[in-house]
C-alpha cells in the first residue's frame, strides 16, 4: 500500500512531468473508483495541471484554480505515468486494472489503476480537498508535526503503539509497512502501550518516525514513477520480511497476523528476545 514517501515521490513526479499541460481529456473506466459526480467528469478537460501534493496518503491534483482530483491509492492502486497512450480510443467501462484516465496536451498523461479483485482505490473530483471526508478528518501530517505535538498526538490516543502509529487521525501519513520499520529503528514492540511510553520513548520515537520517512522520501523522489515500488521492499529492514535475518541484530524477523494483514518484528530488537504471540495461531491451539 503507497504510504507517505510514494504518495510524496509521485506528487513530485506529477509536478515535474504534468504541471502546466491542459487536460485533454478525463476518462473514468471505473464508477465505482469515482466517489463523486457534482462537478462532473466532463468539467476536467481544458483545465490546466497546476500542482500535485498531498494529504496524509491521499494524492491532490490541481486542476486550474477551481478543481481537485483527490486520490486514495488503497491497498493496490497506483499511477501509472504514460509518454504516450496506445489508442486515443477512450477507456471501455470496466476495462482491467484502468480505473481512471488522465490525457493530457503533449500526448502524454496518467492511468490510476489498481490490481485485484477487491476494488477500494477511491478518487474525488472536488472544490475543495476538505470535501473529502478521509481528508477532513486527517490529523498533521507525520513529518510535520514537532517533538511535543507528536507527543501530545500519541499520548492523546490510548493503545498499542502500531495502531496508534498508523491512525490517519492521530498522525497522517504512516502506514502498516513504514510503522513495522520506526518501530524497528526505536526498538519498540508494537504492541507497547501509548500511555506507558516514557518521554524519552517518544523522544526515540519521534525521531525513528522522521528518520524512517524522511529518508524513503528521499530514497522515492526522483525515480521514475513505475521503480518506486520494487524499492520499497529493497529498503526495508523487516517489514515483508518475515523468516529473513534482521539487518541490525541477524536475528530471525518475525510476523504477527491478523485477519487482512500482519506486521514484521525483531524480537531481539524490539521485545527483548521473546516472540509475540500470533492471535491467529493461538486462537487455533486455544
Ligand atoms: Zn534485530
Redesign the pocket.
Known amino acids: 500500500m503507497p504510504e507517505l514517501p510514494e504518495v510524496e515521490a509521485l506528487a513530485a513526479y506529477l509536478r515535474e512531468r504534468a504541471v502546466g499541460h491542459i487536460v485533454e481529456r478525463f476518462e473514468v473506466s471505473s464508477f465505482s473508483a469515482l466517489k463523486t459526480y457534482d462537478p462532473a467528469p466532463s468539467a476536467v478537460a481544458g483545465l490546466p495541471v497546476t500542482g500535485a501534493g498531498r494529504h496524509g496518503k491521499f494524492l491532490d491534483v490541481s486542476l486550474g484554480d477551481e478543481l481537485h482530483l483527490v486520490v486514495h491509492l488503497a491497498r493496490a492502486g497506483w499511477l501509472h505515468y504514460r509518454d504516450a497512450f496506445k489508442s486515443p480510443a477512450p477507456l471501455k467501462p470496466g476495462s482491467g486494472p484502468i480505473a481512471l484516465r488522465v490525457r493530457l496536451d503533449d500526448g502524454s498523461g496518467f492511468d490510476l489503476t489498481e490490481a485485484g479483485t477487491q476494488k477500494s482505490l477511491a478518487a474525488y473530483l472536488v472544490r475543495d480537498p476538505a470535501e473529502v471526508p478521509g481528508v477532513s478528518r486527517l490529523g498533521p501530517d507525520a513529518l510535520a508535526v514537532s517533538r511535543d505535538e507528536f507527543a501530545e498526538r500519541i499520548r492523546g490516543r490510548n493503545g498499542q503503539i502500531k495502531g496508534v502509529l498508523t491512525d490517519q487521525e492521530v498522525l497522517a501519513g504512516i502506514g502498516n509497512a513504514y510503522s513495522d520499520e520506526i518501530l524497528h529503528v526505536a526498538r519498540m514492540s508494537p504492541f507497547a502501550l501509548t500511555g506507558k511510553l516514557t518521554d524519552e520513548q517518544i523522544t526515540t520515537l519521534y525521531e525513528a518516525t522522521r528518520q524512517v520517512e524522511t529518508d524513503a522520501v528521499t530514497r522515492s523522489v526522483g525515480q521514475k514513477a513505475a521503480e518506486l515500488k520494487g524499492e520499497k521492499r529493497a529498503g526495508m529492514r523487516v517489514h515483508a520480511r518475515t523468516g529473513l535475518p ?1 539487518p ?4 530471525t524477523v518475525r510476523e504477527v497476523s491478523f485477519a487482512d494483514k500482519s506486521l514484521q518484528y ?1 524480537p ?2 524490539q521485545t527483548g528476545g521473546k516472540p509475540l504471540a500470533d492471535r491467529r495461531l493461538s486462537k487455533l491451539i486455544r
Open positions: 534482521c541490525v541484530c541477524g536475528d525483531c531481539t530488537c
